[in-house]
Each structure stands twice: as C-alpha cells, then as structure tokens.
C-alpha cells in the first residue's frame, strides 16, 4: 500500500475530501509555473546541450578527471590547517587564473590543526592479535603504555544507559543502516562513553562495506565530560570482537595513541564569474578543498571541488555570461566541523539575501541524477523544470525538501536560514565503500563520470543564474 492510498482511507473518516486527490509534483508545479516561464527554461535547450557536449566530447573532455589526478597526486590529502591544505589552495588560485578568471578571493580564518601520530590496537585476550584502527577527529592520546582494559560491546546508545561500562572499553558495533542513522556511534560514542566512566571508545567503521579498512571521521567531546581517546575499527575486527564477546569470553585490549592539536589559519576561496545583468546576485556552485589525512581525499571531496572548480572555467571558455553572478567556493575544514562555512555564512551575513542558489556536491562525483532542492515550493519546481533539460544525460530527478532544510554539509549552514539550494544526487551507491579510508584515491573515480557530473553541474548553475526570475524564497 502506498502512502497515498493509506491518506485517503485514513482522512476520509476524518476530513473526508482534502486527501483524496493528493496531487503530483508535476500538478502541483504546473499550477505554479507560468506558461511563460516553462517556456523560457525550455528554450535553455541549446545552451545546455552545446555546454555538455563540449564537456563531453569537445575540449574539456577528461579535463576534470585529469586535473583532479594531478592536484590529489601532487598535494596527497589536505587536512584542515596543514600546509599541504594551504598550498593546495594556492594551486587552485593559480589554475583558475591561467583561465582568465582573476575575481578570486581567500578569506582567513582560524580552523583546528589535528595531527594524527602512531596509533596500535593490540587485542591482548583471549589471544594476541593488531587490530586496524584510525583515531577519529581530534581524539586525545593515550598515556604512552596505552590503555589497557577489558571490553563492553554496545550495540546502541540504549543499551549503554543499561551497563556497566566504569573503567571499560566501549565498543560499539551498530550495523550500518544509513550513514545519518549511523553516524552518531562516531560522533558522539566517546562523549556518551565517557559519561559512563569508560576509559576508551572504539567505533565500529560506519560503512556497509570493508575490506579491514577503518574508516575515520569527526566526534565531537562535550565540555564538561573527560575527552577519552576514540578511534574507529574495522568492520571484520568488531564483528570478531563482538562474537567473542557474545561468547562470554573476556576480551581485553591496549589501546595506544598519539595525536595533537592546535589552531592554523586558512582561508576559503572565492572564484566569481561576474554576472553580465545582476552582478550582485549569486549562483554558488561549492565542494570543500580539506580532506582527511588518509587517502588523498579524491572522492571526498576532490570531485566536488573540481565540478565546482569546472563551472566558472567551461561558461569562461565558452563565453557564456549568465547575467547572475556564477561564483564557486572551495570550503575549508569541512572534515572538522564545517568551520569554513560558518565563517562564510557569518561574514557575509548582511549580503546573503543576494545568494539567488546554492550548490554543493561532497556526497561522490559519480554519474549525476540530479538535484535534492530545499526552498519553497516555487522554487522547486522551478528547479524541476530546470531539471527536464538533462534528460539526455538521465539527471533529471528532483527530490524535494522543505525549505530550511539541509542539503548538503557546508550549504545546510546556509540554507538552514531559509537560502534555497541543491545538493548534487549521483550513482554514489558505493560512495561509503571508501568514505573517509586509505582508499579514497584516483581509482574510485571515472573520466567520464566526472565529464558529466561537470556538464550537469556547470549547465544547471548558468540556466538558475541566467533565468528572468530569481529563485522564490
Ligand atoms: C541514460 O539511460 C539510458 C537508458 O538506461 C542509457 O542507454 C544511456 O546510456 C544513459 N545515458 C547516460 C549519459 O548515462
Ligand atoms: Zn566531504
């Protein structure tokens, strides 16, 4: 039974006639959307055809995939406050500039400076074995023996309340369901854990997939509880943990790292392709330039950035001027608490109501689908509409949400004050196969999945910058 049919017999005992005829996206929009303007964004046929074709098979055709492989080769992963982050943005200035665009501006702020040092799991009963670990954001360290102490597997936040865990370490082992349903045993297990007097954390990888590869991430300490040092482990070594466990066999483990932290400063990157009618307006197409220090940070979020990257480049090559403002940003230290988008969202607090559409694309640079829109309902389906374009390219989904909502990590800071904006959707069914590991390189990524994901993206962005009408919030 759909949701829709559930509607009608349940409100017809209520209010009988209001849910019978739930109405379609495409009903609903057509009422909304004027004759005119369907046509007028119909008549972005060509452009968006000349733009994907050129991305796709003329003169920028692997340029994406090229260029990511030489920054992620070149400067590895960027860590927030690194020098590697740093020089990294340089290069981006640089390239941008050998493209005739020098509207370009960095803006400083401080963001923490994490640095991972030797970290070792010795699982020391019932038998001598290493366990893969990495240390997630800005865990402490252990004293230099390590932590030695016997395991309590935890299966949920629940059951932890139920416990005794003083003097343990807790290891959580929640099955991957969603990474957002998932994602607080990270974020959140060594504060709880420690709440409880456990001496040590350990994560059970959030990922559906493992080839004994931890995965890493941030976490966040609460002020008035102990920072106890957290890591993630590997699916394989905390499914045997807690088998063992489950057993009734005493599992105990040394646990040993190092790690410190201060403050560096960074900067966000500004790179404006200025608007031909309404300079002051702004169509933002964004990924973050920071990574974790593991893999070299191509998947998440290299793609995004050089999409991002893509957009002002392709319109400037092909002279195409939309009359809004196409500016892309490179966000920092996204990876450490999004510390470069409150920034932004701060400084320009007095001027955001002239950001017309916000993009962002940090979930994977696989083939696109299409967008997940936040704004009103106008503004959807005006997005919609948009999106029928792209059928050729099979990206033309639209997946609603509300306004205010988030739809992206950085741009929920901003669209959570009611900005309309997009996240990019694409075959990204994997993406948490390599999320945050040793194993986010160059070789999760495709030529010509990136040809289109920079055809959609760079497309998309000109028609909302060039439309008569802004987006409606
Ligand atoms: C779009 O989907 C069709 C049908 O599945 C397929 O033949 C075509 O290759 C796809 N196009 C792209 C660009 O992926
Ligand atoms: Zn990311």
Redesign the pocket.
């Known amino acids: 039974m759909n949701l829709l049919q559930y509607c009608s017999i349940f409100v017809l005992i209520v209010v009988s006639a209001n849910c019978k005829n739930v109405p379609s996206v495409e009903e609903v929009c057509s009422k909304l959307l004027s004759k005119d303007l369907k046509k007028e964004i119909s008549s972005y046929k060509d452009v968006t055809n000349e733009i994907i074709k050129y991305v796709r098979e003329g003169e920028f055709k692997g340029v994406t995939y090229d260029e990511l492989a030489k920054f992620v080769d070149t400067f590895g992963p960027r860590p927030s406050g690194s020098q590697e982050l740093e020089d990294s943005i340089d290069y981006m200035i640089e390239i941008t500039k050998k493209e005739g665009i020098h509207d370009i501006v960095t803006e400083e702020l401080e963001v923490p400076h994490w640095v991972r040092g030797e970290e070792k799991i010795t699982m020391l009963e019932p038998r001598t074995k290493d366990i893969a670990l990495l240390g997630l954001g800005k865990s402490v360290s252990t004293p230099t023996e390590g932590i030695t102490a016997e395991v309590v597997v935890i299966e949920d936040f629940t059951e932890l309340e139920t416990k005794s865990v003083e003097g343990k370490i807790v290891v959580y082992v929640p099955v991957f369901t969603t990474y957002s349903d998932t994602v607080p045993y990270r974020s959140q297990g060594a504060a709880r854990a420690a709440e409880r007097g456990a001496v040590a954390s350990l994560v059970r990888s959030i990922t559906p997939f493992s080839i004994n590869s931890p995965h890493t991430g941030s976490q966040y300490y609460e002020d008035d509880v102990t920072k106890i040092p957290t890591a993630a482990i590997s699916l394989e070594d905390a499914d045997m943990i807690k088998r063992l466990y489950e057993r009734g066999e005493k599992v105990v483990l040394n646990v040993k790292m190092t790690s410190t932290l201060d403050t560096k400063i960074s900067r966000n990157t500004l790179v404006d392709l200025k608007g031909s009618g309404n300079p002051e307006k702004l169509v933002i197409v964004s990924g973050h330039i920071d990574s974790w220090d593991v893999g070299q940070g191509a998947m998440d979020d290299g793609g995004g950035l050089f999409i991002s990257w893509a957009a002002p480049v392709v319109l400037k090559r092909l002279n195409l001027i939309p009359k809004r403002t196409i500016r892309a940003i490179f966000w920092t230290t996204e990876e450490l608490g999004l510390v470069g988008a409150y920034d932004y969202e701060e400084r320009h607090r007095a001027e955001n109501g002239n950001i017309n559409f916000i993009m962002e694309s940090d979930e994977g640079t696989f083939?696109p689908t299409g967008l997940e829109v936040s704004g009103n309902q106008m503004a959807r389906c005006i997005v919609g509409e948009v999106l029928k374009l792209f059928k050729?390219?099979?990206a033309s989904t639209l997946v609603e949400k509300g306004e205010y909502a988030s739809v992206g990590s950085d741009i929920g800071v901003l669209t959570k004050t009611g900005i309309p904006g997009a996240g990019l959707l694409n075959e990204n069914e994997k993406y948490f196969w390599f999320h945050h590991t040793e194993g986010d390189t160059m070789n999760v990524e495709s030529p010509e999945e990136l040809d289109?994901g920079t055809a959609f993206w760079t497309a998309a962005a000109y028609v909302i910058a060039d439309l008569s009408i802004d987006i409606p919030r």
């Open positions: 083939s050729s390219i099979n289109l």
